[in-house]
């Protein structure tokens, strides 16, 4: 039997047995408030405090405590929380047993680095959070080249005191050096710090520099590989890129086979650049029985059984992610989303509630205006009412109206009070090039100016939907020229044609899309090309088609936003209102009803 075949029913995290329900019951609720997972070998190590002289050394101390989290993740009988999670937790005033409680962890680990020319000390403090019991505290010093020496012997340290005995494996891999090179190292570790979703290109161009100065760093060599697949995945659709990617992957098995680093990779790569999930599910399930505890791994792997649309197997993995990882903002936006496009409203709403407070507590003001302005608008389509973002709205200080998230918002509500004069107050003042005070704004996204262009032709004016659009079609058509496999860019042109008239074209822009990605093969991105379809059939005034498309689509998961209360007022089905067709489709029981 494979090995996620069970998970809904037993899984094994660190040699304990963790009970998830069966399908009929299951759940998704993170709040370590309601059911803690506390067992006697579960910790979770804070931030690291900077002791060193220099300040800039922060990006070294960072990289020394998730070098040492790295290292318990390969104790297969420890439970380690992840790095995301405990982040929110730097500088905080709470105690161990209330951060212990939160986490659900019986042990926690404190400590701090400095670094003074060549040398380095790492100080740490491990704590019982059951009883706020200071169990050691160790100093480890040594010359800067003997850094990895130091982060082995930290976790042999925790694992004696827990009374774990590593494997001859487990001892081997924390016990190796990644590289001899410290100015690669240090390179590396700057790297990591600028996330996938927030500068890619840059991350992507440090890890070439890391390297050019020690081309045997296998870790730094998979790196390259994921951040290649992310930048091909979201960004840069091109053969040129994804070589890129697979020849850092084959750098990577070179150097280091079996290392957990090089499999993770090989399992993020099929998937972000090849889509090959049977080959992405092998590797992240080698990932897991390597570290237990890895929660990138078991999010990869939810991942992938969404796109296989084994949606209780997602949900499963999910949930153990969230275990582990309970702050984590990938996870836990990508699982609200997995319950919210199968309609389990509540379980959903309860990981975004964690979720921002976990963003609250860590003082992450953009991501948690963000959160809370997804977290109101599905609890719209949960229930059809406004209330909660009229309530949230009103909370807000001036000074907060105009963010991006915000105005966002007040826009969607404005639509849904059919008061298109303040929608179209609204879109001149978050679409100006300039804000208020002539600071240039972010050029306007191409989903947010399409939507805007489908507001406007839905309120009658064709003409002033095509001039929104602006120049933006004839830039996609030439961006389709360079990457003609890229099916989202596709689906932005499809929408756009059909706007402009071009009724032709725009249908086989979408079914260029679904060719490109059907539904077979993606269970995730495929019904949101068929969703494309019915709205081109529906501009080109084909109702026939949109009915019988959007009647399929609203019994499959196919979108975190489209309940029948997101449907009754989405410009882009504008068309088919009055129908009577559209008003039954609405109200049929089956288009409420939970979907797995």
Avoid: C
Wanted: charged share 25%; aromatic share 8%.
């Amino acid at each position: 039997m494979p090995t996620w075949a069970w998970i809904g029913a037993v899984v094994v995290l660190g040699g304990v047995a963790t009970y998830f329900a069966t399908p009929k019951s299951q759940t998704l609720d993170p709040r370590p408030s309601d059911q803690p997972i506390v067992d006697q070998k579960s910790i979770a190590v804070l931030p690291f405090a900077n002791r060193s002289p220099d300040p800039e050394n922060a990006f070294f101390t960072d990289g020394v405590h998730e070098d040492i989290l790295t290292n318990l993740f390969n104790i297969r009988a420890l439970r380690v929380v992840s790095r995301t999670s405990v982040e929110q937790y730097r500088g905080t005033k709470k105690t161990m047993k209330e951060i212990g409680a939160e986490l659900g962890v019986a042990y926690i680990l404190e400590g701090s680095v400095q670094r003074v020319g060549n040398k380095v000390r790492v100080t740490g403090q491990l704590i019982d959070a059951r009883t706020d019991v200071h169990l050691w505290a160790k100093s480890f010093d040594k010359d800067l080249s003997d850094i990895f020496a130091i982060q082995a012997e930290v976790a042999k340290a925790i694992a004696a005191e827990l009374q774990t005995v590593l494997s001859p494996q487990e001892q081997k891999v924390i016990e190796r050096r990644p590289t001899e090179n410290i100015a690669a190292y240090d390179l590396y570790l700057k790297a990591r710090q600028i996330m996938f979703r927030g500068q890619p290109r840059v991350r992507a161009r440090l890890l070439e520099e890391v390297v050019e100065l020690d081309p045997k760093f296998a870790m730094a060599w998979a790196e390259l590989a994921i951040t290649h697949g992310h930048v091909f995945r979201n960004l840069e659709r091109t053969p040129a890129r994804l070589a890129q990617a697979d020849a850092a992957l084959t750098r990577a098995a070179r150097l280091a086979p079996d290392a957990p680093e090089t499999v993770i990779a090989q399992g993020w790569l099929a998937y972000l650049g090849h889509r090959d999930y049977a080959r992405s599910t092998a590797e992240f399930d080698k990932v897991i029985q390597l570290q237990p505890s890895n929660a990138g791994a078991i999010y990869g792997m939810a991942t992938i059984r969404s796109r296989q649309g084994r949606w209780l197997e997602s949900v499963a993995n999910y949930r153990i992610a969230l275990q582990l990882d309970p702050a984590g903002e990938d996870v836990g936006v990508d699982a609200a989303q997995l319950l919210e496009a199968g309609r389990r409203w509540d379980e959903a709403r309860a990981v975004r509630e964690r979720l921002n407070a976990a963003r609250a507590q860590g003082q992450k003001t953009s991501t948690l205006e963000t959160g809370q302005a997804f977290l109101v608008g599905r609890a719209f389509s949960a229930t059809g009412s406004t209330k909660a973002a009229d309530d949230w709205l009103a909370g807000l200080p001036p000074v907060q109206l105009e963010s991006r998230p915000v105005m966002g918002r007040r826009k969607w509500r404005a639509n849904i009070r059919g008061d298109y004069a303040e929608w179209k107050r609204l879109d001149a003042i978050s679409s100006a090039p300039t804000d208020e005070n002539g600071v240039q704004r972010p050029r306007e996204s191409i989903a947010n100016l399409i939507e805007a262009a489908m507001m406007i032709a839905a309120h009658g004016d064709l003409a002033g939907a095509r001039l929104r659009l602006g120049g933006r079609p004839e830039e996609t058509r030439s961006t389709l020229e360079l990457d003609p496999t890229n099916d989202r860019v596709w689906i932005q042109l499809a929408l756009m044609e059909v706007l402009l008239g071009n009724q032709t074209e725009a249908l086989r822009a979408a079914r260029m899309a679904v060719e490109l990605v059907p539904e077979a093969l993606d269970a995730v991105d495929g019904p949101r090309n068929r969703r494309t379809l019915a709205v081109v059939h529906a501009w080109a005034g084909d109702k026939d088609s949109a009915f019988a498309e959007l009647t399929r689509l609203l019994r499959v998961p196919f979108g975190y936003d489209y309940s029948v209360h997101d449907l009754r007022v989405d410009p882009m089905f504008a068309p088919l209102r009055g129908d009577p067709r559209f008003e039954t489709l609405l109200k049929d029981p089956k288009s409420i009803q939970p979907l797995f």
